[in-house]
Protein backbone atom coordinates (compact mmCIF):
# COMPACT_ATOMS: atom_id res chain seq x y z
CA UNK A 1 0.00 0.00 0.00
CA UNK A 2 2.79 2.27 0.88
CA UNK A 3 4.04 1.73 -2.58
CA UNK A 4 1.05 3.24 -4.34
CA UNK A 5 1.19 6.39 -2.43
CA UNK A 6 4.49 7.12 -3.22
CA UNK A 7 3.94 6.31 -6.99
CA UNK A 8 3.79 9.03 -9.09
CA UNK A 9 5.42 11.25 -6.01
CA UNK A 10 8.91 12.83 -6.61
CA UNK A 11 10.43 12.79 -3.21
CA UNK A 12 12.26 16.17 -2.48
CA UNK A 13 11.04 17.71 -5.59
CA UNK A 14 7.75 19.04 -4.79
CA UNK A 15 6.68 20.68 -1.29
CA UNK A 16 3.18 19.99 -0.15
CA UNK A 17 2.83 22.12 2.41
CA UNK A 18 0.80 25.59 2.42
CA UNK A 19 1.04 29.27 3.44
CA UNK A 20 -2.46 28.64 4.73
CA UNK A 21 -1.67 28.60 8.04
CA UNK A 22 1.39 30.45 8.47
CA UNK A 23 2.01 34.27 9.47
CA UNK A 24 5.14 36.34 7.96
CA UNK A 25 7.60 37.96 9.95
CA UNK A 26 6.25 42.20 10.60
CA UNK A 27 7.68 44.01 7.52
CA UNK A 28 8.71 47.57 6.88
CA UNK A 29 9.33 48.89 3.27
CA UNK A 30 12.20 51.35 2.43
CA UNK A 31 11.91 52.90 -1.13
CA UNK A 32 15.44 53.82 -2.95
CA UNK A 33 16.11 56.15 -5.47
CA UNK A 34 18.90 55.66 -8.24
CA UNK A 35 21.19 58.55 -9.50
CA UNK A 36 20.23 57.10 -12.99
CA UNK A 37 16.50 57.48 -12.52
CA UNK A 38 15.10 53.92 -11.13
CA UNK A 39 12.84 53.79 -8.08
CA UNK A 40 12.29 50.88 -6.06
CA UNK A 41 11.25 49.40 -2.50
CA UNK A 42 12.93 47.11 -0.77
CA UNK A 43 11.16 44.73 2.31
CA UNK A 44 13.30 44.68 5.60
CA UNK A 45 12.13 42.95 8.77
CA UNK A 46 10.62 45.34 11.11
CA UNK A 47 13.80 45.29 13.66
CA UNK A 48 16.51 45.13 10.86
CA UNK A 49 18.15 48.79 10.34
CA UNK A 50 17.22 49.78 7.23
CA UNK A 51 20.60 51.03 5.16
CA UNK A 52 21.03 54.34 3.42
CA UNK A 53 22.20 53.25 0.62
CA UNK A 54 21.48 49.93 -1.68
CA UNK A 55 22.35 48.35 -4.89
CA UNK A 56 20.22 49.58 -7.64
CA UNK A 57 18.13 46.89 -9.24
CA UNK A 58 18.57 47.81 -12.49
CA UNK A 59 21.71 48.96 -13.07
CA UNK A 60 23.77 48.03 -9.74
CA UNK A 61 24.36 51.73 -8.75
CA UNK A 62 24.41 53.30 -5.43
CA UNK A 63 20.81 54.07 -4.69
CA UNK A 64 19.93 56.47 -2.05
CA UNK A 65 17.16 56.05 -0.18
CA UNK A 66 14.44 58.36 -0.19
CA UNK A 67 14.14 61.20 2.15
CA UNK A 68 17.65 60.19 3.57
CA UNK A 69 21.08 61.69 3.77
CA UNK A 70 23.91 60.87 1.21
CA UNK A 71 26.63 59.37 4.13
CA UNK A 72 29.89 60.48 3.78
CA UNK A 73 32.39 58.23 2.13
CA UNK A 74 35.05 56.27 4.71
CA UNK A 75 38.19 57.95 4.24
CA UNK A 76 40.64 54.94 3.28
CA UNK A 77 44.53 55.07 2.77
CA UNK A 78 45.27 55.08 -0.43
CA UNK A 79 46.59 51.60 -1.74
CA UNK A 80 50.74 50.94 -1.06
CA UNK A 81 52.48 50.61 -4.24
CA UNK A 82 56.11 48.25 -4.89
CA UNK A 83 58.14 51.24 -4.58
CA UNK A 84 56.21 52.44 -1.44
CA UNK A 85 57.48 49.31 0.29
CA UNK A 86 60.84 48.70 -0.98
CA UNK A 87 61.60 51.97 0.30
CA UNK A 88 59.75 51.75 3.18
CA UNK A 89 62.90 48.88 3.72
CA UNK A 90 65.72 50.48 1.45
CA UNK A 91 67.23 53.73 1.28
CA UNK A 92 67.95 55.29 -2.04
CA UNK A 93 71.71 54.97 -1.91
CA UNK A 94 71.54 51.11 -1.02
CA UNK A 95 69.47 50.43 -4.20
CA UNK A 96 72.36 52.23 -6.35
CA UNK A 97 74.54 49.99 -4.77
CA UNK A 98 72.57 46.82 -5.52
CA UNK A 99 71.87 48.38 -8.97
CA UNK A 100 75.87 48.72 -9.63
CA UNK A 101 76.15 45.30 -8.33
CA UNK A 102 73.93 43.61 -10.69
CA UNK A 103 75.06 45.19 -13.59
CA UNK A 104 78.57 44.32 -13.02
CA UNK A 105 77.08 40.59 -12.29
CA UNK A 106 74.71 40.69 -15.71
CA UNK A 107 78.23 42.70 -17.35
CA UNK A 108 80.66 39.85 -16.24
CA UNK A 109 78.21 37.23 -17.53
CA UNK A 110 77.19 38.51 -20.69
CA UNK A 111 81.15 39.16 -22.07
CA UNK A 112 81.61 35.44 -21.05
CA UNK A 113 78.31 34.32 -23.19
CA UNK A 114 80.03 36.15 -25.93
CA UNK A 115 83.07 34.26 -25.86
CA UNK A 116 81.12 31.27 -25.54
Not at 30 to 43: E, K, L, V, W
Not at 59 to 73: F, L, N, Q, T, Y
Not at 102 to 110: E, M
Request: aromatic share 6%; hydrophobic share 35%; proline share 7%.
Amino acid sequence: MGERILRGSRLGAVSYETDRSTELAPRQTASYDCPNGHQFTMPFAAEAEVPAVWECRVCGAGSVIVDGEVPEPKKSKPPRTHWDMLMERRTTDDLEEVLAERLAVLRGTGQDRRSA
